[in-house]
């Protein structure tokens, strides 16, 4: 019988998923954002919700939650994104420890400056 030292238990599957799911909601949500707030709604395709009914929408708790969720995910797919570019691309896979912390260190922050935004609002 052939026993192995135990594997060591890494975060790394769970910052994949925060990696994919990051992708799907910037890949579904953002786009539709940037279009109707950044294009349709300055043209005038369509008539702009006013501002108080934006802060109505905005102060629903499940919005807040929705766009906390998609702030979350889009800051961690980011932080995985760009360590991989600066680990493999730039050849700096020897500070993998460094670049992780302030990849996902900067997510982390983004993160709480997102939440404090959205309970303040």
């Known amino acids: ?5 135990p594997q060591r238990k890494t975060p790394e599957p769970f910052l994949w998923l925060l990696f994919s799911a990051g992708g799907m ?3 579904l949500i953002l786009p539709v954002l940037l279009l109707l707030f950044g294009v349709v709604f300055p043209l005038g ?3 702009a919700p ?3 009914h934006l802060l109505a929408l905005v102060r629903n708790p499940l919005t807040k939650l929705v766009l906390f969720g998609v702030c979350v995910l889009a800051l961690f797919h980011f932080a995985h994104r760009f360590r991989f570019t600066v680990e493999h691309g730039l050849k700096l896979g020897r500070f993998d420890g460094v670049i992780a912390l302030c990849c ?3 997510a982390v922050l983004g993160s709480v400056a997102a939440g404090w935004v959205l309970l303040t609002a």
Do not use: E, I, K, T
């Open 25 to 27: 909601a910037a890949a």
């Open 104 to 106: 996902y260190g900067a």
């Open 1 to 5: 019988m052939n026993r192995s030292a």
């Open 50 to 52: 006013d501002h108080a």
């Open 45 to 47: 395709l369509v008539d």
